[in-house]
């Protein structure tokens, strides 16, 4: 039995997983975001219920949006002050008298999607988040690589797009990590809005701007376009790098299937490489591929040692 969190900035997700990877229970709330005993008592009693429930102590793996410092165990989190410099796995071990394992939310859907998703039987996959930024995780046999800092698959920071926005008429802006020209400002959903204000002087959501595409409208077709040369050219990069066998989609935009398969043509018109068949395509856990693979976790650990 495994159980799982998926631990985000505004809400918190609980299941439990048996051997087939199906889910026997399901809890969501909201993440108590700067009270750190509120947190612990909300994931110990999820735990307790389950243990109680299924008569098991299942192992716990935990899917963050952040990453983890691999000396001290720490917590890397802009937005839960809660946990934010915490040795979460340790210390949680400690209370809850068992292994618990955190990894990345970018890669525990990256693992969710190799297993079972939309790359079984890929030897590498690289999934990207389209989500309000964007985000990504790595997979090679079926395992994460890298390991020094505790960040990794971060495509959308450290770029420099500002040429190809000045190029099209947009104005940079100062990314969350502090630079500028990072793509993860223009490449998920809050960018694309962006794109469309910038272009239109009007304010409109990301689903709206993707509806008045599909039915023709001329501005937020132009919008689209910039968005997916943007996208495009970051991921042709990542695709020349690691040759992927598949780039799974996941968070909001995933579910635009015209906006990903525009993506994906792009991003295949540029890559150096000749890939036959679609790269980007849409996940197959892209509402819940960072629970099911922080449910992988203990099984994906194990076959580690084994190998
Ligand atoms: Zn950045």
């Not at 994931?43 to 410092?69: K, P, R, T």
């Not at 071990?93 to 525990?108: W, Y």
């Not at 502090?178 to 689903?207: F, M, N, P």
């Amino acid at each position: 039995m495994n159980y799982a969190f998926d631990i985000g900035g505004s809400k918190i997700e609980f299941g439990v997983f048996d051997a087939n990877g199906d889910v026997l229970l399901r809890r969501k709330v909201s993440t108590p975001r700067d009270d750190r005993a509120c947190f612990i008592t909300t994931l110990s009693g999820f735990v307790q219920e389950a243990d109680a429930g299924f008569s098991v102590q299942g192992d716990i793996g935990i899917s963050l949006a952040g990453g983890v410092d691999p000396k001290t165990g720490a917590v890397i989190s802009a937005n839960i002050p809660a946990i934010t410099g915490w040795p979460l796995a340790t210390e949680l071990s400690d209370i809850l008298g068992r292994t618990v394992l955190v990894e990345n939310d970018a890669d525990c859907f990256a693992l969710a999607e190799a297993t079972s998703g939309a790359a079984v039987n890929a030897d590498t996959v690289f999934a990207i988040i389209l989500g309000t930024g964007v985000g990504g995780g790595i997979v090679f046999d079926g395992q994460f690589v890298g390991g020094k800092s505790g960040i990794r698959g971060e495509w959308g920071h450290g770029n420099d797009v500002t040429g190809t926005l000045v190029r099209h008429g947009l104005s940079p802006v100062t990314c969350g990590c502090g630079r500028t020209g990072c793509l993860d400002s223009w490449g998920g959903a809050r960018g694309l809005e962006r794109i469309y204000d910038q272009i239109t002087h009007q304010v409109l959501d990301s689903k709206s701007i993707t509806a008045a595409w599909c039915s023709g409208n001329e501005a937020a077709s132009k919008a689209i376009d910039i968005y997916c040369d943007l996208v495009a050219r970051e991921l042709a990069l990542m695709v020349n790098v690691l040759d992927p066998n598949c780039i799974p989609v996941g968070g909001g935009l995933a579910s635009e299937k015209a906006l990903i398969a525009k993506i994906d043509d792009r991003v295949r018109k540029q890559a150096l490489g000749r890939y036959d068949a679609p790269l980007v395509i849409p996940g197959a856990h892209a509402d819940d591929g960072g629970l099911r693979g922080a449910a992988l976790l203990h099984r994906m650990v194990a076959r580690a040692r084994l190998e």
